[in-house]
């Protein structure tokens, strides 16, 4: 009888151990996603290949829905703007996005839903994603940006300012104004 107790205890800790190490693995490899992705934009800028780039950024204005959007909903079904950045326009901003490379990644611990206010994509001259930015989520560290968090290719990432700092150049004027209003009252 105490022989299949100690049994049953040390499986259950192998169990534990074993989805505990799941669950690290996945958390890492989340941020390494992301990582990867800034990694192959910022690449093909360095290569000169910038022109084969455009940036497509997609917003509403801030607080327009009360129910969190999704990034399909704000492409195709939600009264949005857009914007399309050719490589000529980006040229002068290479030092802005290569930014991303600098930018240290963290997965959050506590997955949520997108609620995209601001989505933009990076793509290719053969219209392949590159690199894609929803923002926000809520699973985020409290004490950043209260709580906010960004998807990087489908990786859910704490919030870093460089997300936003990146498309505001290209943003109209009335609109970016908005936005970092909004972001100075969530920061303090």
Known sequence: MRFSYKIRSISMLIAFLAV??????????????????IGRLVGQIEQGRVND??????YALPASSWFPVSI????????HYKIVVDG???EEYL??????????????????????GIYYVFKDSYNREILSVAMFGSGGNENVFGGASVFVNGAEVEWNAVFIELILPFLPESRAEIWERNFE???D
């Open 72 to 79: 399909d909903s704000l492409v195709n079904h939600r009264p």
């Open 20 to 37: 505990g190490g799941v669950m690290a693995w996945t958390y890492g490899r989340s941020a390494w996603r992301a990582e990867k992705a």
């Open 53 to 58: 780039i455009t940036l497509t950024i997609y």
């Open 95 to 116: 030092d802005e996005i290569s930014r991303l490379g600098y930018v240290s990644l963290t997965s959050v611990r506590r997955r949520t839903a997108i609620d995209a």
């Open 185 to 187: 009252r969530w920061n």
């Open 88 to 90: 000529a326009q980006l």
